[in-house]
Each structure stands twice: as structure tokens, then as C-alpha cells.
């Protein structure tokens, strides 16, 4: 039986990264459509548990801060 490990060192975390990741460099082409961006992201996090939406919160913050 083979014995899958998540190497990643975000763990649980790594899909709401992307999501974070995803979100912050559509937001910051020229010419990007935020009210839109931020609508389908909103729509998407519905489904999020509370602790899951803290957790996209602060990772949006990280992207924000590390990428200009």
C-alpha cells in the first residue's frame, strides 16, 4: 500500500495559497477588471469555512506585501 505525504510546508493550506497567489497578480495587471476579480473571489469563498477565510485573508495580505 503506498503512503502518500504532503511535502508541501503549507500543509492544508497550499489550495487557499494558490487561490491568494491567483487573486493579487489578476488584480494588479493593468487593465485587470477588480470589481470582478474581487466579485469571483467572493463567490468562491462562500463555500470556505470561517477559519479558512481568515486563513485566504492573511495569505492575500502576504501576496499584497511580496509582490509590487
Same mark, same amino acid.
Given at each position: 500500500?503506498?503512503?502518500?505525504?504532503?511535502?508541501?510546508?503549507?500543509?492544508?493550506?497550499?489550495?487557499? $495559497?494558490?487561490?491568494?497567489?491567483?487573486?493579487?497578480?489578476? #488584480?494588479? !495587471?493593468?487593465?485587470? @477588471?477588480?470589481?470582478?476579480?474581487?466579485?469571483?473571489?467572493?463567490?468562491?469563498?462562500?463555500?470556505?469555512? $470561517?477559519?479558512?477565510?481568515?486563513?485566504?485573508?492573511?495569505? #492575500?495580505? !502576504?501576496?499584497?506585501? @511580496?509582490?509590487?
Amino acid at each position: 500500500m503506498l503512503k502518500r505525504v504532503n511535502r508541501c510546508p503549507l500543509g492544508q493550506w497550499h489550495m487557499l $495559497d494558490k487561490i491568494a497567489y491567483d487573486y493579487v497578480t489578476e #488584480i494588479r !495587471k493593468h487593465g485587470a @477588471n477588480v470589481a470582478k476579480v474581487k466579485y469571483e473571489l467572493a463567490e468562491r469563498a462562500k463555500k470556505f469555512t $470561517d477559519e479558512e477565510r481568515e486563513k485566504l485573508r492573511g495569505l #492575500i495580505q !502576504k501576496w499584497l506585501e @511580496n509582490i509590487k
